[in-house]
């Protein structure tokens, strides 16, 4: 078979979705997306191993489950700021997606949305965003300095499980719960400063961080469950 590989599309200014698996496992490098175009479906470029460049328009409010997993080459993404939803698995291993522009208006995003994208380094969450599920930056081994948005009240299970660079952690006013494993692993946090708010802190939420050498327990806090801090210089 000698045919080229598809490496970009002209898509229709009439278009308002794309389909579920549409261009799965093709090899696009570029993607020049229509204003107009509010749906990407679920998977619907996921495996685009070599997708270098990604064009958003304005337009754009729905970003579904896996949409662009294991889009290994996307180095930058600009996202549209009325933006409302990035489903689970969205941008599983990117592994080259080192910045990203939030939506401003961002309401949801999804479990496992950033999961092993290692070439991330700082992450800012939009002030729309009411909590972080769980895995969402799991393994994002190069991670360093997280702003959790003021309005997060719950931190998901093994949200920063591995971050192992992860050194700085902003938690807001508005934070009540930490789940568990939340920040497993992250043997880059010398200290962190949990919001006296807080009322609850999960199993093994700092399990081997173990350079973790300043924390503090609010006040507030009705349920502190076992392991906690296990694994640590305390």
């Known amino acids: 078979d000698h045919r080229k590989p598809i490496r970009s599309i002209s898509f229709p200014s009439s278009l308002r979705e794309i389909q579920a698996f549409a261009f799965r496992y093709t090899q696009l490098q ?11 479906g679920e998977g619907a470029f996921s495996y685009n191993y070599d997708l ?25 993404l600009e996202l549209p700021r009325d933006m409302t939803l990035i489903g689970a698995h969205a941008f599983v291993n990117c592994i080259n997606l080192m910045t990203i522009r939030m939506p401003e208006r961002l309401g949801y995003l999804g479990p496992y949305a950033f999961w092993g994208d290692t070439a991330l380094n700082t992450f800012t969450l939009p002030s729309g965003i009411k909590s972080i599920e769980d895995y969402t930056f799991a393994y994002c081994n190069n991670l360093e300095e997280v702003t959790v948005s003021e309005g997060v009240d719950y931190i998901g299970e093994h949200a920063f499980h591995d971050c192992h660079n992860l050194s700085k952690v902003h938690l807001p006013n508005s934070l009540r719960e930490l789940g568990r494993y939340s920040f497993l692993f992250c043997s880059g946090l010398e200290s962190i400063h949990i919001p006296e708010g807080v009322v609850s802190i999960g199993d093994a939420a700092f ?12 006040k507030g806090v ?13």
């Open 52 to 76: 270098k460049e990604i064009s958003c328009p304005q337009s754009l409010k729905v970003i579904e489950d896996e949409a662009f997993n294991q889009c290994h080459e996307l180095c930058s």
């Open 30 to 40: 570029t993607l020049n997306l229509p204003e107009g175009l509010e749906i990407i």
């Open 207 to 218: 399990d081997w961080c173990d350079n973790l050498r300043d924390i503090n327990i609010p």
């Open 222 to 234: 009705t349920e502190f469950t076992k392991h906690v801090i296990a694994h640590t210089d305390f």
